[in-house]
């Protein structure tokens, strides 16, 4: 009977592995397959008029399709599951974290490794540029420490500058506590959202710290199954996972066109909560702004990038009415506030003149 129910389990992995994988299937295209097919065989079975018909789209016309090489591949990435003990949670398994199933697009999988109870737990998550200020390193460092030792998670994408700090602070944090005697089953923990494949740790200098994220209770999470080649649009795809988990995202420091200004775009269109970490207009942060807008300026005139990646500043979202925090404490201070309590476009120009009159004399 165990035998037969293994059997069951892997014939499920499978088919779900296979209709994952399809990267010209949207999420309603393989919930549609999946309600309309029995197994993995049948779907390979398919030709693309068949799937056409099933989800009532028409792919582009140079999408190849092999059903059977996929169900192969399928099978290959079970495989290397089970081998490295990676938990592979569907959007309708209990465990699947719920804030990330009510957004626009959400993964079909998640692939984990880890403790996957943390993905239910509360949590922040913080994001913000590569090319982070001492001060910004610091903030990103103290804010995650602290938001741990409260009983949040911290969730960010285990990139170099804001997140590889914020996930430092996390993790030193739940150390310094196993260091003093404390238990740490209240305590927060961080998880990482990973760009690429789940057994690829982006970048490869973070595996030390990716490794500390899986010691002190935390998780490593992807959309994407073993082996599959990064590509650059999983960045973005990433983003939307980070803002996804949580119910507010900090910007730690974003200068102009940041991948992070993108996170932000999604915690906005998730309708949570969006917070702007004051050294994010530091003096030196600004330095940074000047010197990337001056080159994105020159991109922007020879037509290489968008006009949206030039007007995509951290001001636009002030503007717009979001917050300035100093602090993890702070932050759970905003989180209580009535919207639009903090005057921080007001406040945030004036501290920038005084900048501009100090750096004068």
Known sequence: ???????????????????????????????????????????????????????????????????????????????????????????????????????????????????????????????????????????????????????????????????????????????????????????????????????????YSNKKLAESILKTGGCIISEYEPKVPLEKWHFIARNRIIAGLSPATIVIEAPCGSGALITADFALDFNRDLMFHEVAFGKLAKQVSISVEADLDKKFAGGIISKYKRENTAEKFLEAGAPIIKNYKDYCVCLAEKPGIRNSVTELYSEQKELFIQDSN
């Open 1 to 203: 009977m165990q035998l037969i129910n293994d059997l069951k389990i892997e014939d499920e992995l499978i088919f779900d592995l296979s209709l994952a994988r399809i990267s010209f299937l949207s999420f309603e295209d393989k919930r549609n397959l999946k309600k309309n097919l029995d197994s993995a065989r049948d779907l390979a079975l398919l030709s693309i008029e068949e799937i056409e018909t099933i989800t009532g789209n028409n792919f582009k016309k140079d999408i190849v399709w092999n059903g059977f090489e996929n169900l192969r591949i399928a099978k290959i990435s079970a495989y290397y599951c089970r081998k490295f003990d990676i938990k592979v949670l569907l959007y309708s398994d209990e465990k699947y974290p719920e804030l990330l199933r009510q957004i626009n697009k959400p993964p079909y999988l998640l692939f984990c490794r880890g403790n996957i109870d943390c993905l239910g737990e509360r949590s922040v998550s913080v994001v913000g540029t590569r090319k982070l200020s001492p001060d910004g390193k610091k903030a990103a460092y103290n804010f995650g420490y602290d938001a741990v030792l409260s009983g949040c998670n911290i969730v960010s994408g285990l990139a170099n500058g804001a997140d590889e700090y914020a996930h430092k602070g996390a993790v030193n944090a739940l150390f310094d506590a196993k260091e003093k005697g404390m238990s740490l089953e209240n305590l927060g923990k961080t998880i990482a959202v990973l760009p690429g494949s789940i057994d690829e740790v982006t970048p």
